[in-house]
């Protein structure tokens, strides 16, 4: 039988993977905490000298092109092809991509040049990765016409990865099977970083569990329904982080199983 | 009829701008967060390669020198003559300005080859900017003999721009007219990157209203009624940041007409 | 008489030193914010044109390696070659050590080349530093076999430094005397960065008091009696956080004395 979201997140609890992050400058503080908070160990190591190496000691890797550079990239690439020669899951979130020619280059190259296992972003930017003509503007999602769940599907087949696009309903395809996550809080939009943080939550999930397509289901459901509870206790986005990371350090089987809202359909 | 503070806060929140920062990596989250807290839309990006395409998708620019770097710095210079060939605000934090020889240099040069609209600092540091032989101590204020208010209309007149010292009282010069702004609290002291956060304030409230003066006056008067809102509640610096940002968000036409204090006076 | 803990704190609050990071990416924010909330002033600058500039206003250098690059750890050295220079204390977090070669080398290098006054860290990264083949697990401590004292007094003769090991008891010596302090909370595990911290506010009052071992204990005390009255009043690890904050900023004499747990004992 399948394991449930609340299963995953106690297997993150006891084996405390380790999560090797390239990510960037604005929201690294976020994405290292909300992985200590599910119980893995987070580790965020940029220098190309050591890149690949600390890669080496991690159970999942996550880039995250926020704040790129070109050197940023390349270290990006070293630490990703260890990753793919040890068999771990590589993430990507493709942060801002559409808004300037580098990102999207640079979204192509990793995509070419390593084994990228889940690429993950908002609407527009997995739009734009898709090769759509979609403008984003900056890091904030904007609407995309047409169908997300077919979008998500034909990349999944494209890449041969699992696609997460997050938004007020989550999408998650892979191959074999759709699953869409229906939690969430719209106070998630007025935090930095929360889809940033949506990426790691996802990489510590990704690191217990081979089915990256559950793994993100689960860590997506994990993440907000924490963000439901926090909603409840928020007086504006600052408290509600802060509550954010309390409910997801405090979530008990109970309420995830009562709360959690996975929705799958096979293809 | 001039529009009030709160005006230009609910044009920032209609109009959701894209305020475009190369900042310091110590409060980079805080700039992008309170951004989002008066509900415009944040981008941090600092790539030689895309700088300057970023600035033609915003419509301000934020320049901090906190954490400097020779490249940073020519990074900075590409965004900012792309923000000026688009007509958009430029504001740069002369955070440091006084401290090392290096932090001269940059900011002579800046607002040498750039166009900078908005000079935003505190009182030594502006003085330094301004060619006083200022020494200060890292990067918070020290004393500064003199009238400040000259000061700040000596290089407003000077560098045709905008000139903002942060304090107890606020001064807001340009060539026309000098505002100072009352509000705010001494916590603000004790909380690192307040003082980063109201130069991204000005740039949010720049994006939407281009009288540069009016708009920076504006800005701190929200930002620190917010900040007086905050105090009331706060039992320490965490606390008080957190409130800061659940205050500000939550900011009502009522509130800041009743609190802001404002004081312009013609030259 | 020995000041106690509170005496230096209170000597902190007094003379608001300037403390001097070259630090990670990760918590750099928090850094600067525990040196500013014990009272003194942060300034984090590390340009290769100005970090030995910075180091001659400063009364501290804090040094740590946990996002580190080969340029980063040269600009590191101008910085600690200044301090030395200037006769004021350098700490380095040997944050990661052991987790990569790079990590290994660099500390070596850094503990070869300049001097190192207090070498600060948790029990598998200071016994990496020590030569044991301690294999460490990213940024998080694993056990390690053996006398954690004894391991610090030899490291401490080696170097002639001080050599703080942190832990649930922490370890603090010097040629001449061996610290414990036995305050803290298990919740500190639970929030990125509570190690990079120590290190700030052991920066902090080092900069105030000459006796390296002393000021260290009186630092560790001061911060872990916060986090002891902070975990009282937490749900979880980012309301632990704020509190912790709060509690340090409110500190006084008659809680310091009655709380603080330094057990010392001359070799």
């Given amino acids: ?37 599910v119980g893995a160990s987070p580790v965020m190591a940029h220098a190309r000298e050591e890149a690949a190496e600390m890669a080496q000691i ?36 493709v942060c801002g991509a559409g808004a300037t020619a580098l990102r999207d280059r640079k979204c192509q190259e990793l995509l070419n040049e390593v084994k990228i296992n889940v690429i993950k972003g908002n609407a527009s930017e997995v739009a734009r990765v898709s090769g759509e003509s979609v403008k984003t503007r900056g890091v904030d ?29 989550d999408i998650i395809a892979d191959g074999r099977q759709t699953q869409l996550v229906k939690n969430g809080h719209p106070l998630m939009t ?25 793994a993100s289901a689960c860590a997506l459901a994990c993440y907000e329904v924490a963000a ?9 986005p600052a408290s509600f982080k802060e509550q954010l990371f309390d409910c997801l350090y405090n979530l008990d089987r109970k309420t995830v199983d009562r709360m959690q809202r996975i929705e799958t359909s096979q293809r």
């Fill in 1 to 37: 039988m399948k394991p449930t979201a609340y299963d995953l997140l106690e297997r993150v609890r006891q084996q405390k993977p380790v999560v090797h992050h390239l990510t960037n400058w604005v929201t690294i503080y976020d994405c290292a905490q909300v992985v200590k908070t």
């Fill in 190 to 214: 007025h935090v930095v970083g929360t889809g940033c943080m949506a990426a790691s939550v996802i990489g510590a999930f990704a690191a217990v569990e081979s089915d990256l397509s559950l």
């Fill in 228 to 236: 439901e509870l926090a909603a409840e206790k928020a007086a504006g």
């Fill in 141 to 169: 999602a904007t609407e995309v016409g047409g169908d997300l769940v077919l979008l998500a599907q034909k990349l999944a087949e494209q890449r041969q990865a699992t696609v997460v696009i997050t938004g007020q309903v």
């Fill in 58 to 93: 991690a159970s999942a890797l996550v880039l995250n092109i926020g704040t790129l550079t070109v050197d940023f990239v390349e270290a990006m690439k070293l630490a990703a092809r260890s990753a793919n020669q040890k068999g771990i899951p590589v993430i990507l979130d």
